[in-house]
């Protein structure tokens, strides 16, 4: 059973345009996401988070959409660059639970072209 | 740079072979951890540690150990190898002193196993 679900493998959005990623769950206990990034040959590197008392949270050229009746988030990016492209993975944890809970989802691999 | 060092980065051996993969800190964090990463399912924990001989089993922790005799080094040691165990093996460690769930975890660059 797949609680955190990244339903899109891939997205290609032109350079200067907004990037949609999403990501849906299913445990309602969930309560803190974070989106990391991953280019190749490398290990994913934090991006940004948000706590299920807010519905957005913003840091630059990204911002974390949260819908909690609809459990869904999205991290939007604008404007998008060439840089980056690669893979995001939406994680989620409950509160107050240890960090060996934090779940991820199988990733979406944005490309951004010139 | 929260200071992590995977070794070996790269390793190609055989079924049924012993393997340990080591994962390096520098920062005395107390909370390490072991995912492996496979086309189609993201990143899964196989093992994590939240201090010096204290471990405790992840989502898929069949066919691994783990050992931590230092708070700078945390082992995962396939005792016999299998082909189902290639992988990129990610190791992480969390800044939060008590493993809570508002600290991102940081990564290493991973180790590319490949078992034949």
């Known amino acids: 059973d797949q609680q955190v679900k990244q339903n899109s493998p891939s997205l290609s959005v032109q350079e200067g345009r907004i990037s949609i990623l999403n990501c849906d769950y299913t445990n309602s206990m969930f309560d803190y996401f974070l989106w990391y990034k991953k280019y190749p040959a490398e290990g994913p590197t934090f991006l940004i988070s948000?706590?299920?008392?807010?519905d957005k949270n913003e840091d630059g050229r990204f911002t974390v959409f949260l819908n909690k009746s609809a459990k869904h988030l999205s991290l939007h990016i604008v404007p998008s660059q060439p840089g980056d492209s690669a893979v995001y993975f939406c994680a989620a944890i409950t509160y107050g639970g240890s960090q060996g809970n934090l779940i991820f989802g199988k990733g979406t691999k944005l490309s951004v072209k010139p | 740079d929260a200071g992590i060092t995977q070794s070996p980065r790269h390793k190609v051996t055989e079924t049924g072979t012993p393997v340990t993969l080591r994962c390096h800190q520098t920062e005395n964090h107390r909370y390490m951890y072991w995912y492996r990463q496979d086309p189609g399912h993201g990143l899964r924990l196989i093992h994590y540690s939240y201090g010096v001989k204290d471990t405790d089993k992840g989502e898929v922790s069949d066919g691994y150990s783990v050992s931590r005799s230092k708070t700078e080094d945390f082992l995962l040691t396939l005792e016999s190898a299998t082909s189902s165990q290639t992988s990129v093996y990610f190791c992480?460690?969390?800044?939060?002193?008590?493993?809570?769930?508002?600290?991102?975890?940081?990564f290493g660059d991973g180790t590319r196993l490949s078992i034949l």
């Open positions: 948000i706590s299920s008392i807010k």
């Open positions: 992480a460690i969390s800044v939060s002193l008590t493993g809570a769930s508002n600290q991102p975890q940081h």
